[in-house]
Nanobody
Framework: QVQLVESGGGLVQPGGSLRLSCAASGSIFRVNAMGWYRQAPGKQRELVATILSGGFTNEADSVKGRFTISRDYAKNTVYLQMNSLKPEDTAVYFC???????????????WGQGTLVTVSS
């Protein structure tokens, strides 16, 4: 069983910071791209940031300069450091990863269960 487990959401005041974590676990041979998406109430899920296996990162314009995605390759874990949070960052944040299980038959795209981030005073 291969899965993603997220942690780190919560309530924070505007201007505050939070760090999200997401670990891929199970019988994994390799993890390729990892990333974060978010979905605000009444809106479609949108890309926040991604990081490829080689370390190349991509962030949405709305979070550039405020959010930083990073990765611990040894732990198959991706992080999202969120600074200068705004009320419009309020959403459920989902981790995403493309993994190759140990059977090496095919890549799987996985989603985490989602973690709620609320930015409010």
């Amino acid at each position: 069983q291969v899965q993603l487990v997220e942690s780190g959401g919560g309530l924070v005041q505007p201007g505050g910071s939070l760090r999200l974590s997401c670990a891929a676990s199970g019988s994994i041979f390799r993890v390729n791209a990892m990333g974060w998406y978010r979905q605000a109430p009444g809106k479609q899920r949108e890309l926040v940031a991604t990081i490829l296996s080689g370390g190349f990162t991509n962030e949405a314009d709305s979070v550039k300069g405020r959010f930083t995605i990073s990765r611990d390759y040894a732990k198959n874990t991706v992080y999202l450091q969120m600074n200068s949070l705004k009320p419009e960052d309020t959403a459920v944040y989902f981790c995403n990863a493309v993994v190759l299980p140990v059977d090496r038959k095919s890549f799987l795209e996985l989603w985490g269960q989602g973690t709620l981030v609320t930015v409010s005073s």
